[in-house]
């Protein structure tokens, strides 16, 4: 019995010695995979956009003037951007407007002299960026871009006489570098009139696309 407690005793600390090294062994075996893997980084772009807060530019398109038709409207755009969010924009526009129902069916009758049949506007509006973000034209492309809506007040010129009118809408604008946006574009401006006899509000739909500067 005191022989096998000798041998045992004999045999302990070489265990004990083993098991420490085994450990440590283990250990390091650990920290070597931890420290094995290097990812591959990505080379990310940041866009760089034109930190100035004035835009200016021009704009073209159709607007459905009520009971006038449907003609080519173009004009010119001033806006201020006073935070990432909120901005103010001046607005010109003009386009020609065609015969009524009434001066066609009467064969010959004309409600408006050719400058009269010109409609110009001038307008004030606050617009508000609702989903900045960025659009993927290909698959590693992206440009900074907006969806936004606008409201504003104003005057009409248009049939002889000056009209208060109010507009709103939505528009879209793509940042194409960092100083040249595109802009989409749709507005109602509303107004009143009695050419025809009855005094009404009416809708004047325009659509347009733009190109602005930053400056």
């Not at 045999?11 to 004990?16: D, E, H, V, Y």
């Not at 398109?61 to 003609?71: A, P, R, Y």
């Not at 606050?126 to 992206?142: H, I, K, V």
């Amino acid at each position: 019995m005191a022989g096998r407690f000798r041998i045992f005793s004999l045999k302990a600390p070489g265990l004990l010695i083993g098991m420490v090294l085994l450990a440590m062994s283990s250990a390091g075996d650990a920290r070597e995979r931890l420290i094995e893997p290097q990812p591959a980084r990505r080379n990310i772009q940041v866009p760089e956009i034109d930190t100035e807060n004035f835009e200016a530019g021009i704009f073209g398109g159709v607007m459905s003037v009520e009971d006038f038709g449907t003609n080519p409207v173009y004009g010119v755009r001033l806006a201020y951007h006073i935070t990432t969010g909120l901005f103010a924009e001046a607005a010109y526009g003009q386009t020609g407007t065609g015969k009524t129902s009434y001066e066609v069916l009467s064969g010959g009758a004309r409600l408006l002299t050719d400058d009269e049949r010109r409609l110009r506007y001038y307008n004030i509006s606050l617009g508000y960026n609702l989903l900045p973000g960025e659009t993927f034209l290909t698959r590693n492309r992206a440009f900074t871009s907006d969806f936004y809506v606008i409201a504003g007040l104003g005057t009409t010129e248009f049939a002889g006489d000056r009209r208060f009118t109010l507009n709103f809408g939505a528009g879209y604008r793509l940042l194409a570098t960092d100083w040249l946006a595109v802009h989409v574009d749709m507005r109602d401006h509303l107004f009143d009139m009695d050419l025809l006899g009855e005094d009404k509000r009416t809708h004047n739909i325009e659509i347009s696309g733009g190109l602005t500067v930053f400056f």
